[in-house]
């Protein structure tokens, strides 16, 4: 069963067509990368898949809801399936870790405090952080933010996970680090994953499948194994990072 169905997807803003038609399923449980470079279309594509941009053609389901039918309320019931990894991880600067985590339990649940930070510290212990609950964000370093704000993501136990460029402003080892912790969540979780990246290392560790978006279009959809064998001469120039080919450098 699809979690995720985007149908002939078309956006544009004024006279620049950002998604030319973009068709993308995601199993349940699947764990999906949409790789592509600057300007491809990726946070855009991952804008309608939340809520926040509307399809000038075309339509997104989430668990067999169509997305541009709903009202403010069913979205915002649709969007509580969702927690999402930020690329900065947008942590807020005046808030503890703990009230970080817990800020969509604050906002959209009953829970006191205390239970708020107990559910964060069991949050926080899942993505491997334990005795930060009292730290600053300005304490940490990129790779705990990371993990705090993965924290956040799961906080309120989605079904479905966004990751926006989750490795990037991370060292090689940090980096890797997280990519470990996302597909040991996918396992403990049995969450549904997208994320989108332009790191093929963190692509091809953390999918079962990737789909490279290219000029508002979804030029191939494989396996690891499928992209890093393509004859697509996009998809081959991307992710070997070649200078030569049909992509020009900006």
Known sequence: MSMIEINNLCKGFGSHQVLRGVNLSVEKGES?????????GKSVLIKHIIGLLFPD????????????NLDEQGLNEVRKKFGMLFQGAALFDSLTVWENVGFGLKQHTKMSDKEIRDAATQ???????????????SDLSGGM???????????????????????????????????????DLRKKLGVTSVAITHDMFSAYKISDRIAMLYKGEIQEIGTPD????????????????SAIGPITAD
Request: charged share 25%.
């Open 32 to 40: 999906m990368t949409v790789i592509g470079g600057s300007g491809s």
């Open 57 to 68: 053609r075309g339509e997104v389901k989430v668990d067999g809801q169509v997305l541009n």
């Open 123 to 137: 949050k926080l212990a899942l993505v491997g952080l334990k005795g930060v609950e009292d730290k600053m964000p």
């Open 145 to 183: 933010k990371k993990r705090v704000g993965l924290a956040r993501a799961i906080a309120m136990d989605p079904q479905i996970i966004l990751y926006d460029e989750p490795t990037t402003g991370l060292d090689p080892i940090t980096a890797d680090a997280i990519n470990d912790l996302i597909v």
């Open 226 to 241: 499928e992209i890093r064998g393509t004859a697509n001469p996009i998809v081959k120039q991307f992710i070997t990072g």
